[in-house]
């Protein structure tokens, strides 16, 4: 099972909007409504931000948010804070029964 | 407070066996799938395998299907994952992690316990 594809790095200024894609194919991202995000800080255990494509968990920030357009699901952060500067993880059920992350990116707030 | 606290790692040879335990508190354990996930040093995550709350259905990534098996206790709160003919590849920080209301996102996550595969 290939990793999903997402793009290594992305960076904005605090207070900017930046979106991260997240690509696979339609026996994983196109096929199902099973996308989730996860935000992880360095030395930090990984920390759910959206599943389900759009859903967010109780206690995560109104400014993440999640959608999906064929086989490319995206995260957006809204209004850029210091304290997003993480790494990002896409990951998607398959067809196969299995689940799959993508490969992961960095986010630097300038 | 969910609380998942992962053990059994360490240094073993190539060929060699682990066995992982994850210690949940703060939840019914019994109601909810539990995945293992894995992190090689400097990498990206991984996912290993996921157990229905029951134990009935396995499921497992290519690259450990056959060498490693999941399994779970709920009388004790515990999650396994019994790894065999370990190779350098499978090194890794392996988190232990609790399905949301399907197992298609994992809502908690323990802090990991670190497999190293080295002769």
């Known amino acids: 099972q290939s990793a999903l594809t997402q793009p290594a790095s992305v960076s904005g200024s605090p207070g900017q909007s930046i979106t991260i894609s997240c690509t696979g194919t339609s026996s994983d991202v196109g096929g199902y409504n099973y996308v989730s995000w996860y935000q992880q800080h360095p030395g930090k255990a990984p920390k759910l931000m959206i599943y389900?494509?759009?859903n967010r968990p109780s206690g995560v920030s109104h400014r993440f948010s999640g959608s999906k357009s064929g086989n490319t699901a995206s995260l957006t952060i809204s209004g850029l804070q210091a304290e997003d500067e993480a790494d990002y993880y896409c990951?998607?059920?398959?067809?196969?029964?299995?689940?799959?992350f993508g490969g992961g990116t960095k986010l630097t707030v300038l | 407070e969910v609380q998942l606290l992962e053990s059994g790692g360490g240094l073993v040879q190539p060929g060699g066996s682990l066995r992982l335990s994850c210690a949940a508190s703060?939840?019914?354990?019994?109601?909810?799938?539990m995945t293992w996930v894995r992190q090689a040093p400097g990498k990206g995550l991984e996912w290993v395998s996921t157990?229905?709350?029951?134990?009935?259905?396995?499921y497992y990534a290519d690259s450990v299907k056959g060498r490693f098996t999941i399994s779970r206790d709920n009388s004790k709160n515990t999650l396994y994952l019994q790894m065999n003919s370990l190779r350098a590849d499978d090194t890794a920080l392996y988190y232990c992690a609790k399905a949301g209301g399907g197992w298609s996102y994992s809502d908690y996550w323990g802090q990991g316990t670190l497999v190293t595969v080295s002769s």
């Open positions: 990951s998607s059920y398959t067809r196969r029964k299995t689940l799959v």
């Open positions: 703060g939840f019914t354990f019994s109601s909810y799938a």
């Open positions: 157990l229905n709350n029951d134990g009935g259905s396995t």
């Open positions: 389900e494509v759009s």
